[in-house]
């Protein structure tokens, strides 16, 4: 008899209440291993595939695409046991065919698999209709009904999607463009959806029929959910919660440029990516030292102030799903060029969607690069748990004193944004004062 595996919305991060289904990537009827990502959801912080955690054949999906499902509640019924014994023996005679009776049909024919041709039939409009009905268990086999003379690949289990009929090379297609076959009614024989019809799918649709456009107002209107729900609420919870101060410091980084471009022909440092990000990333880790306040944290519940004996920083990213802030774990205890190699791997993940949600957890110091979009400082708002958050501007070629002479000099400047409830006014400026010291002239470094 089948075995029924109702696979549950699982807590992908601390606190997560639901999440949004983004896309499946499998369809009642397809065979499943273990470990095998099944569906990619995106919760309040990032984009996540979850894998399936038995082998079987999927029975049923829960929730459809876009669906916003509540953690703990079934999307997806697997039987782990497709092949159980059928309840007489006449039904598991092999047929002429080499073919066994089932229940439901006819199982796998022994020896080499051959694609069998599909037959012309009408199929009733019901079995071809897309039903999501949200049951805690699919129907009892006996209960699927057959459609007699109908190809196999037409039967639709009761309460489960139907599987749109396409070849391989269109299945592709469809997958690269973004189209969801089942939304489509096939132009070819028996139904069968086409290139052409995959094609026609994916033209962008008028602005009149775009998903949430009022014609008449021209406007349209966007469900806030996933990471953008989330940055509001963070955002309105700290910039009420924490008062804020923003300190701002123009820095001359033309000696840490110039630095930069002695490593760069350094054997240890060839290949390796240097940004200026990274040597703000370095002169923070450093600059916490003297200044542990601005990586610590007001637990006002507890009536505390946690300071924390390591540097888990934060990098604010901009994705096409949002703002998200992957941290970089004992940022302190790593040195300039494996600090370029983690902001490379955590800038490129973060553009994939790929960050999860555990690399977006328990961050103490933040920055957010502000410069790459050619801005030159900013206000920035600190994230919840943390208690501060350095912006760094665009650098530019200004004029400047040195020496007592004015030069043309690489110039950036520097916001940072405080928790005033345990960061005065002196340790702020400290902090901001040594960061900028450090890019202006690296070899600050040894003193410290």
Known sequence: MPDYKVFPLPDTAEGLVDAEILAWHVAPGDEVKVNQIIVEIETAKAAVELPCPWAGVVTELHAATGDTVEVGSPILTIDVDPQGAAPTAAVEEPSENGRTATLVGYGP?????????????????????????????????EEVPVVPDTPAELVEPAGSYYVPLAKPPVRKLARDLGVDLRSLSGSGSSGVITREDVERAAQPAPVSIVEGYDPATRERRVPIKGVRRATAAAMVQSAFTAPHVTEFLTVDVTPMLELRARLREHPRFRGVKLTPLTFAAKAVCLAVQRTPDVNAVFDAAAGEIIYKDYVH????????????????????????????????????????????????????????????????????????????????????????????????????????????????????????????????????????
């Open 313 to 448: 920083l934060g990098i604010a990213a901009a994705t096409p799903r949002g703002l998200v802030v992957p941290k970089i774990r004992d940022a302190d205890r790593m040195s300039l060029g494996e600090l370029a190699a983690a902001l490379e791997t955590l800038t490129e993940t973060a553009r994939e969607g790929k960050t999860t949600p555990a690399d977006m957890l328990h961050g103490t110091f933040t920055i957010t690069n502000v410069g790459v979009f050619g801005v030159d400082t900013g206000t920035p708002i600190i994230n919840p748990g943390e208690s501060a958050i350095l912006a760094l501007g665009a650098i530019r070629d200004m004029p400047w004193v040195v020496d007592g002479q004015l030069a043309v000099r690489k110039v950036c400047q520097l916001s940072l944004s405080f928790d005033h409830r345990l960061v005065d006014g002196q340790q702020g400026s400290q902090f901001l004062a040594d960061v900028g010291a450090l890019l202006a002239d690296p070899a600050v470094a040894i003193t410290y």
């Open 109 to 141: 024919k022994s020896g080499a698999a051959k694609r069998r041709p599909r037959k012309d039939s009408t199929v009733p409009a019901a079995t071809l209709q897309n039903a999501f009905a949200r049951t805690p268990a699919p129907p009892p086999v």
